[in-house]
């Protein structure tokens, strides 16, 4: 029986794509077409990756070029872009922002007009999911490390987003909370788009890209990059 | 989180709606200072205290508001009784009381999100002359978010330092604190973005 034909996603265009910040370039000629199920993005620290990345759901715009997500440009349409891109950032302190558990799961699906009488029950369904139902009326900054960015990951799926980036997810877990996140980010439908220094955890990927300096030195099949990568700096 | 910062409300209090809360404590506010009567500041200062009762504050929470309030209101009452009559020191130490306990118990009986709900609500028709409605709600909350965040990060930066040597150096934990509170806000800044706060949206 063959293998199942990859999945591929509407997905992002970047076109001749430059960052520069603080008269600094950060990004340079950037031209990806990002459609594939699972993307990883490896590179040293400063090399441009989340700058990359931030450029997806129109956080950040680009200085030249365009970035595209199923035909909708992040400069134009940028509300409408990050209702389909989710983004979940390194440090899940700064990405939780109601003083409450429940209450920052449900901060997505208010700003985006759902029905009040809908809320509770999107809210428990997200909470259980990822089993923190119990920690429902708990206070955010009592959590864990892991249970923050599982929280995290809640408040943006709630959102049902058809694509999730994520910036370093696991940079601060443990090992444990390490694999328990890559079981929740491996049994996701959507699209998902990972920065991390965690190489082992990109393995399955269907594509790695890897930035150098601001460009994308090399970019294919997730077994090869990676190799790549650790002979340049292994 | 009540907005003390105390876990979720539990008291009978917590069963009234927010605005009611607010209202109370205005009226409150307002009559206890138009009011020179020491019979009816008492009163109000046991209806205060009555409704801390109810508030479902307990434990060590309770001990510090009530010891909190029972330090202020002292000072106050030493200093106006040094100061100008024993009466009127009396009479401001009943209205301190009146208000501030029914502050805290409105404080812990009211969710952020319940807070953000009444701000967005009793400020909605100041919007069309500007007053940015969404803004003021969503800073209310994340103080109370980030106040916990803010001071664990301060002992951190302290703990940092002293590692360092540096003892009683105020501005050593000040700026690594201001700087590091500040990036963090970028990217609090970029999580709201990300997950569609829009400060122009109407209030529901």
Known sequence: MSDPAPRAHPGFGLRAVSVRREQRTVLTGIDVELTEHRIGVIGLNGSGKSTLVRLLNGLLLPTTGTVTWNGLDTRREAKRVRRAV?????????????????????????????????????????????????????????????????????????????????????????LRNVRRLGAEIAALDQQVIMVSHDLDALAGFDRVLRVEDGRVVDDGPADAVITGYRRRWG | MSLLGTGRPAGPLARVPAAVLVVALAVLGLTTYLVDDVGVLAGSALAGLLALGLSGLRGRAAVRAVVGLIIFVGVVVLVTALTDTAA????HGLRLVAVLAFALAVTSSTTSTALLDLIDRGLAPFARFGLPVRRIGLAVTLTVRFVPEIRARYLEVREAQYARGLHNRPVAVLIPLLVRTFTDAEDIAAALDARCWDADQASR
């Open chain 1, 86 to 174: 989710g983004f979940v950032f390194q440090n899940p302190d700064n990405q939780i922002v109601m003083p409450l558990v429940g209450e920052d799961v449900a901060f997505g699906v208010r700003n985006l007009g759902l029905p009040r009488a809908e809320v509770p029950v999107r809210v428990r369904a997200a909470l259980d999911r990822f089993g923190l139902g119990d920690l429902h009326d708990r206070e955010a900054h009592t959590l864990s490390g892991g249970e923050k960015q599982l929280l995290a990951l809640a408040g943006v799926l709630i959102m049902e987003p058809e694509v999730v980036v994520f910036d370093e997810p696991t940079t601060l877990l443990d």
């Open chain 2, 88 to 91: 009127h020191a009396l009479a």
